[in-house]
Nanobody
Framework: QVQLVESGGGLVQAGGSLRLSCAASGRTFKTYAMSWFRRAPGKEREFVAG????????LHVDSVKGRFAISRDSAKNTVYLQMNSLKPEDTAVYYC?????????????????WGQGTQVTVSS
């Protein structure tokens, strides 16, 4: 069993930065691929970034490449999403997800565990 708790969301102006954190419980954290998804108002849940259990593989959706970066600290059981050059279209609830495999997937139905989400609002 893995429990995920996100933090770090908030209100920021366009061009600003935020760092989201996802704290995971459970001794098997190191063997889980982790990802961030987001859901904007009126839209489907969207894959944002994912990272393999060893951090050797990272994936980022094209719309955030060069601006966002996913990382993990297995000693702290925490996954991060550094978000720079934020745009109003990045406004969404951001969710952390865990998958009991080596590599991440872009499909939300392939994840076993989800956090409660953290709101990110980017003003223009």
């Amino acid at each position: 069993q893995v429990q995920l708790v996100e933090s770090g969301g908030g209100l920021v102006q366009a061009g600003g930065s935020l760092r989201l954190s996802c704290a995971a419980s459970g001794r098997t954290f190191k063997t889980y691929a982790m990802s961030w998804f987001r859901r904007a108002p009126g839209k489907e849940r969207e894959f944002v970034a994912g990272i393999s259990w060893s951090s050797s593989v990272t994936l980022h959706v094209d719309s955030v490449k060069g601006r966002f970066a996913i990382s993990r600290d297995s000693a702290k059981n925490t996954v991060y999403l550094q978000m720079n050059s934020l745009k109003p279209e990045d406004t969404a609830v951001y969710y952390c997800a865990a998958r009991s495999t080596v590599v991440p997937s872009t499909r939300p139905d392939e994840y076993n565990y989800w956090g409660q989400g953290t709101q990110v609002t980017v003003s223009s």
